[in-house]
């Protein structure tokens, strides 16, 4: 086997290219302010700032949602996951595309036939409108919230490492930037200023990444056995190539990694922002063609991870990654400025920021959609709202939900960004999809068990994170100092999802009272075949 010398990346030389990663971030968000500032202009219902007036083709949607779903844990937290703990790491690639195939079987194109702008809709077509709307929306804020956290924390890490700023009000700082920008994005924007920052971020995020996994391999000579032995080498540690580097050391550690597996592999079917962006094509056909762009695109993109993951363990080494202002999240960064010098750090870090921003910004579209959508016009002014005070209502959550993303990002600062999010994907599995797939497949299903099961996954998904080795108990937690861990696992999945699922049966089957008959039917057919969907969804 050749063996391959690695110089050491001189962290410290990263201050010297600060201006130059500044300018080319400076230039992407100015570009993108322009065309928020145009698809802004056509603003005028609520079906225009909710779902970009269903104006965009199928394959602009599969870029946009391709921008949606790979996020900063995709980019810096998988590849940081890798270097670090090689196969472990990857599973993470993994579970996210799997997730991706599930959603697109179950949820899709079922939801886009049923609703008209958010999840509720969906719930509350056949099962009682307010007790519905409102748990809801209470668990789609709660999603969106934790996936706020997880980017926040990556802009955290990210600026630290390009300014090398490691004292926390620095990177409070940052993070603080980072929500006043996504703030503007949204107010301004709405859906389809949101949706074109999405679609150019998916474009160059797949674009640089493909560059660096390229170079990469022309470094071994397009041998990836080449590859990975240089991993091995500079690790000094055979096992990165093997399972349970991270997940395999105890029988808790291999169930934490089942509960992981199985919160990454369902909840992408129940996450919010993502499934919002089938609301923002015109017909079920393009719903479809926008499933298959996205299912390439970001197959693509995670093939790209397992290259530049070991790629940073072969060419950086772990233990400079870990010494790193950001830690594990920093890996891509450094590749970059390894393979590239400034100017490649420089755009690969400008792309990772386009990609926090881009992501927040949906995200915080959909909470506020959730909460003027369905808690104001559906539930306070009981369906007598005009849509421009609910787009009202819409821009001031927005403006509270950028300010709460802020104080909790600054809290999370420092965790491994595909580690938070896998948390956010336990608490759309627990909280949404038991309730989704029952409104959808079961005749029986009533608003009680709907309740249940919405209330019952999210309490238990929240409370089991809460007294779990991420808030407290060990060297990593959120809170270092207290030791209240009572759950002895990181991911709540493998036990709050079965105990929704059961709670949304046993909720229904001791319901006595029935739902209506006609309206099951109805959505059953909608749901399957789109007959209906298009004039529901256009109003």
């Known amino acids: 086997m050749t063996t391959f010398m690695v110089p050491a990346v001189d962290v410290a030389a990263l201050k010297d290219t600060t201006l130059l990663n500044m300018g080319i971030f400076a230039l992407f968000v100015a570009v993108t302010m322009v065309i928020v500032f145009r698809a802004s202009r056509n603003n005028k219902t609520a079906a225009d700032y909710y779902a970009a007036g269903r104006s965009f083709t199928g394959s602009q949607n599969g870029t946009a949602i391709a921008g949606d779903y790979l996020s900063a844990a995709s980019f810096l937290g998988i590849t940081g996951a890798i270097a670090i703990n090689g196969y472990d790491g990857f599973m993470y690639s993994i579970g996210f595309l799997v997730a991706w195939l599930v959603a697109l079987l179950l949820v899709a194109e079922l939801l886009r036939n049923t609703g008209k702008f958010t999840m509720a809709d969906v719930l509350s077509f056949r099962l009682r409108q307010r007790p519905v709307r409102i748990a809801a929306a209470i668990s789609t804020l709660a999603v969106c919230f934790f996936y706020l956290l997880a980017q926040m924390a990556g802009a955290g890490s990210l600026i630290s490492l390009l300014l090398g700023i490691s004292d926390w009000g620095g990177q409070a700082l940052v993070i603080i930037v980072v929500g006043a920008l996504m703030i503007m994005y949204v107010l301004i924007g709405g859906m389809k200023g949101t949706t074109w920052v999405q679609i150019i971020k998916a474009i160059l995020l797949i674009a640089g990444a493909a560059v660096m996994t390229l170079w990469v391999l022309a470094i071994y000579g397009f041998n990836l056995s080449a590859l990975l032995g240089g991993a091995v080498e500079t690790a000094g540690n055979?096992?990165?190539?093997?399972?349970?580097?991270?997940?395999?050391?105890?029988?808790?550690?291999?169930?934490?990694?089942?509960?992981?597996?199985?919160?990454?592999?369902?909840?992408?079917?129940?996450?919010?922002?993502?499934?919002?962006?089938?609301?923002?094509?015109?017909?079920?056909?393009?719903?479809?063609?926008?499933?298959?762009?996205?299912?390439?695109?970001?197959?693509?993109?995670?093939?790209?991870?397992?290259?530049?993951?070991?790629?940073?363990?072969?060419?950086?080494?772990?233990?400079?990654?870990?010494?790193?202002?950001?830690g594990v999240n920093s890996a891509a960064p450094l590749l970059a400025f390894h393979l590239g010098g400034p100017l490649l750090l420089g755009f690969i870090s400008a792309v990772a920021f386009a990609t926090i921003l881009a992501v927040v910004a949906g995200l915080t579209i959909t909470a506020a959609a959730s909460f003027a959508h369905d808690i104001y016009a559906n539930v306070l002014a009981k369906g007598k709202a005009d849509p421009d005070t609910e787009v009202k209502v819409a821009r001031k959550t927005v403006v509270v939900i950028g300010i709460l993303a802020i104080i909790g990002g600054i809290f999370a600062n420092g965790q491994n960004v595909a580690f938070l999010v896998a948390l956010a994907f336990a608490v759309a599995a627990s909280a949404n999809l038991p309730t989704i797939l029952y409104s959808l497949f079961w005749r029986r299903f009533t608003t009680?068990?709907?309740?249940?099961?919405?209330?019952?996954?999210?309490?238990?998904?929240?409370?089991?994170?809460?007294?779990?080795?991420?808030?407290?108990?060990?060297?990593?937690?959120?809170?270092?100092?207290?030791?209240?861990?009572?759950?002895?696992?990181?991911?709540?999945?493998?036990?709050?999802?079965?105990?929704?699922?059961?709670?949304?049966?046993?909720?229904?089957?001791?319901?006595?009272?029935?739902?209506?008959?006609?309206?099951?039917?109805?959505?059953?057919?909608?749901?399957?075949?789109?007959?209906?969907?298009?004039?529901?969804?256009?109003?």
């Open 238 to 326: 055979p096992n990165i190539l093997n399972p349970g580097l991270q997940y395999g050391k105890s029988e808790t550690s291999k169930l934490d990694f089942l509960s992981l597996g199985l919160a990454l592999v369902l909840g992408t079917a129940a996450l919010p922002h993502v499934l919002m962006r089938f609301y923002t094509v015109p017909t079920a056909k393009e719903a479809r063609k926008s499933v298959v762009w996205s299912i390439w695109l970001i197959g693509l993109f995670y093939l790209f991870t397992l290259v530049l993951g070991y790629g940073a363990a072969a060419l950086v080494g772990a233990d400079t990654i870990k010494a790193a202002p950001g």
């Open 448 to 539: 009680q068990g709907a309740i249940w099961s919405m209330y019952g996954g999210l309490g238990s998904a929240i409370i089991l994170i809460a007294l779990s080795p991420v808030v407290s108990g060990a060297k990593t937690s959120m809170i270092p100092g207290a030791n209240f861990a009572i759950f002895p696992l990181s991911n709540p999945g493998i036990v709050s999802i079965p105990l929704a699922f059961f709670l949304g049966w046993l909720g229904t089957v001791l319901d006595k009272r029935l739902e209506d008959t006609s309206k099951q039917a109805e959505m059953e057919v909608r749901s399957l075949t789109g007959v209906g969907a298009e004039k529901a969804t256009n109003h």
